[in-house]
């Protein structure tokens, strides 16, 4: 009964993985899609990176609930082998007596073990820090380079502060509120990909993390 619940419980857990995957993919697909429409002629506004970062906000609240749920079976199938098999193959005397107690908790009444807050700082840790990065160097590459702007002379870099101000404009939107915005959100993007939680429960032994 052990070894077939272990295996349904390895089934799901990839099948969450498999779907954290996919909405990384289809993260990186979208800002290499819009950077390329960006970036590729001065027609096109700067406006479609920050459209780029919207989605993939979206994208990111989307991969934090997926691996909410992918964190409630991996702690199962850890529990499974760090108490069951491992002590199968080399018994040792610290045995957490619990550990059965805490998987039939668990299957009888499923909870999440992390709360949103800490899915989307992980998240944005493993993976999409570096896009927004990414996307942040081909903004500040967009509204600092004439030659990437429309109807602006053919200049390699732009000249004052205030011409930087004036191409981050967003229609009716000054370019000082667009900058002030870009800069408290990615000052929380910075909190989130440095800040680390006292590790907990199967996540505190060894290094192998997703």
């Known amino acids: 009964m052990i070894i077939h619940y272990y295996r349904g419980e390895i089934g799901r857990m990839i099948s969450w993985r498999d779907r954290i995957d996919r909405t990384s993919n289809w993260a990186m697909t979208v800002v290499a899609g819009l950077l390329s429409v960006s970036l590729a002629t001065p027609t ?3 406006g479609v990176v920050l459209f ?4 993939i906000s979206v994208f990111l609240m989307i991969e934090a609930r997926r691996y909410r749920f ?9 529990q499974l082998e760090r108490y069951y098999f491992a002590q199968a193959l080399s018994p040792q005397a610290e045995l957490n007596p619990d550990w059965a107690l805490a998987i039939a908790v668990s299957l009888r009444n499923p909870v999440f073990l992390m709360g949103r807050r800490e899915a989307l700082f992980r998240r944005v840790r493993r993976n999409y820090c570096w896009m927004y990065l990414i996307l942040l160097l081909a903004w500040g590459l967009k509204i600092s380079t004439p030659k990437l702007l429309p109807d602006m002379p053919a200049t ?3 000249t004052s502060w ?12 000054p370019g000082w509120l667009v ?3 870009i800069g408290l959100f990615y000052s929380g993007i910075l909190v989130a990909a ?6 907990d429960g199967e996540f505190a032994h060894g290094e192998v993390h997703v």
């Open 44 to 46: 096109s506004h700067h």
């Open 52 to 55: 780029a970062m919207l989605l």
């Open 70 to 78: 992918f964190d409630v079976y991996r702690a199962r199938v850890r």
């Open 156 to 158: 390699e870099t732009v």
């Open 162 to 173: 205030m011409a930087i101000v004036d191409n981050a404009a967003l229609g009716p939107v």
């Open 179 to 181: 900058l002030a915005t």
């Open 194 to 199: 440095i800040y680390r939680a006292p590790d």
